[in-house]
């Protein structure tokens, strides 16, 4: 069965590369939600004047991969205990979270941060909220890192959390 996600943790390109790896992934989309402005521009996302944050879309089939091993990924590839930061990324665009589209994935994800509030020495800091809206960012962000691995932000921050991901979660990975 075809369903959705929503989730940021930090740097949208980052999320996009990382889930689009993934089998079960039909499209991880580039974005913005969880904000009160319509139809947002990047500029205006990272002013932080919008309440937005840079998150992905997924679609994904949940007979090939759970939302739940999602969100178990998710929390393994940032970290959800920095307020409003991810590495150098400062400001709320760059905030952890989780845009539940119903209940049962709000359920899952309250409980796959519970248990992995035990990996870290501080307290996670991902806001769980309700899916309202998501605003497809513009253009030249989709599929950043593919088309730009030579630019320095993507060889020394998007790069290494791939290799994570190719190392740790080579069963889930696309062939």
């Known amino acids: 069965m075809i369903k959705e996600a929503t989730l940021a943790s930090g740097c ?18 580039p974005g913005y939600s969880g ?5 947002p521009a990047y500029r205006e996302v990272c002013n932080g004047t919008t309440g937005h944050a840079e ?39 760059y905030r952890s979270a989780i845009f539940y589209h119903d209940e049962e994935q709000h359920q899952i994800a309250m409980q796959v941060m519970s248990s ?5 020495e501080n307290s996670i800091v991902t806001e769980l909220s309700p899916f309202t809206e998501f605003y497809i960012a513009e253009v030249e962000h989709h599929d950043y890192y593919n088309q730009n691995q030579s630019q320095p932000y993507c060889n020394l921050v998007i790069s290494p959390k791939v290799k994570k991901l190719m190392t740790s979660y080579t069963a889930l990975l696309k062939e």
């Open 116 to 120: 992995a509030s035990k990996k870290f």
């Open 35 to 39: 904000g009160s402005v319509k139809n």
């Open 12 to 29: 949208f390109w980052c999320t996009e590369t990382l889930f689009s790896r993934m089998q079960g992934v039909i499209s991880s989309m």
């Open 55 to 93: 998150c992905v879309h997924l679609k994904f089939d949940d007979d090939i991969i759970s939302f739940q091993t999602l969100i178990e990924v998710f929390f393994d590839m940032h970290d959800p205990t920095t307020l409003n930061r991810q590495g150098a990324d400062v400001g709320t665009q």
